[in-house]
């Protein structure tokens, strides 16, 4: 019965090869609900001068991070993180140069921001984000004060934006069509230029936050700017958090792959099982 043998050996082949699987299979149908809920966090270094290295709960997450730039989103772990932000290259045991605490929620999207205090010296700022959508053909803009700076007043197309707007805070957010716009940014009560009008080009789908950055002491205040695209879909970065909601359960795409390579494996045995089933009803 030499067909009843070759059965036997592919389904002793099967057993460990489908235990092997089952082992890998097992991380994919952990419940959604066990994954560590994070939040979508920027980066943003508005502080002139300072080439720095950037700690996250006493770890390195930054070297060399060099002023006017930002990172990509990072996906954070939600809960309290401490932040020391030192000159690269120090000792990670000396004084930082800005400690604080960013405090990061479930789903939420954040920039934190290293700057300058009205009064020059460094400090962060954590801001919320908007990321929702918005209406094709159009995008949203916020204007950030972190620069030491006075108060100002920020007026784009001509229309006031906010007035008397201090460190450290924001404007409202406003949507404009995808184009460019003349943003401008006078000392408050003075009428003064903090900084030079400013024509600023909006990408369709996009939100684009200005920080007023530098320092009115030294004639250093300029603009540094954070872009989120894909806000006419789903925004680019966004936070990957369950934010305490039940997913729909879903069939592990591994098992299926493990019940198909059962059912092709043990397709020619049982095929073979058949025909001598049959040769053995015809000998009858």
Known sequence: MPWITRGLRRRVALGPALIAALVLVAPSATPASA????????????????????????KVA???????????????????????????????????????????????????VVHMAQDGKPTMTQFDNDVNRVAPGTARLVVRHTAAAPAVNVIVDGTPLAANLVNPNQSPALELSAAAHQVTVDAAGGGTAVVPPDRV????????????IGSTSDNSVGWLTQTVQGLTSAPAGV????????????????????????????????????RGHVAERATR
């Open 62 to 112: 930054l070297q060399g991070f060099e002023p006017e730039r930002t990172t990509a989103p990072l996906q954070i772990p939600a809960g309290d993180h401490a932040v020391a932000v030192r000159e690269a290259k120090a000792d990670p045991n000396s004084p930082p140069a800005v400690a604080g605490t960013l405090k990061v929620t479930a789903g939420a999207n954040i920039s934190a």
């Open 201 to 212: 080009t909006l990408a369709d789908g996009t939100v684009q936050f200005l920080y007023l």
């Open 239 to 274: 936070p990957t958090g369950t934010d305490g909601l039940a997913r729909p359960a879903r069939f592990p795409i591994a098992v299926f792959m493990v019940l198909l390579a059962l059912a092709v494996m043990t397709a020619p045995a049982l095929r073979s099982r058949r």
């Open 35 to 58: 994954q560590v809920p994070t939040g979508t966090v920027t980066i943003v270094h508005a502080f002139r001068g300072l080439v720095a290295d950037v700690y996250l709960d006493g």
